[in-house]
Nanobody, 124 residues
Framework: QLQLVESGGGLVQPGGSLTLSCAAS???????VAWFRQDPEKGRTGVSC???????EYVDSVKGRFSISRDKNQNTVYLQMNSLKPEDTAVYYC???????????????????WGQGTQVTVSS
């Protein structure tokens, strides 16, 4: 199994930016990678995904503000978050699934490995 470690969360003012990192114990070039977030009201919901072909997908609420990318070494995936809003406050998790050319749906059953999460708090 892959081990995933998220980092980069913290406290930021509305309109600010953060970059989250998902560091894997092995190469990620054969994995699609997604970011989910969890809050007390909505539970764990999808945010963004990058496929093995490096096609990116975003939920409407973050489109135009967030950007997902892979490190050239293929062992880290990033989530650049700009123009942050209070409703972005959540614990952010990265997750992977093996061997898919396109991003699967943002459903928990589609994803195999999870990190421990990193807290993002957007507040003035």
């Amino acid at each position: 199994q892959l081990q995933l470690v998220e980092s980069g969360g913290g406290l930021v003012q509305p309109g600010g930016s953060l970059t989250l990192s998902c560091a894997a114990s092995g190469p990620l070039q054969f994995f699609a990678v997604a970011w989910f977030r969890q809050d007390p009201e909505k539970g764990r919901t999808g945010v963004s995904c990058i496929s093995t072909q490096n096609n990116a997908e975003y939920v409407d609420s973050v489109k135009g503000r967030f950007s997902i990318s892979r490190d050239k070494n293929q062992n880290t995936v990033y989530l650049q978050m700009n123009s942050l809003k209070p409703e972005d406050t959540a614990v952010y998790y990265c997750t992977t699934t093996y061997g898919t050319n396109t991003c699967p749906p943002f459903e928990l059953s589609e994803w195999d490995y999870w990190g421990q999460g990193t807290q993002v708090t957007v507040s003035s």
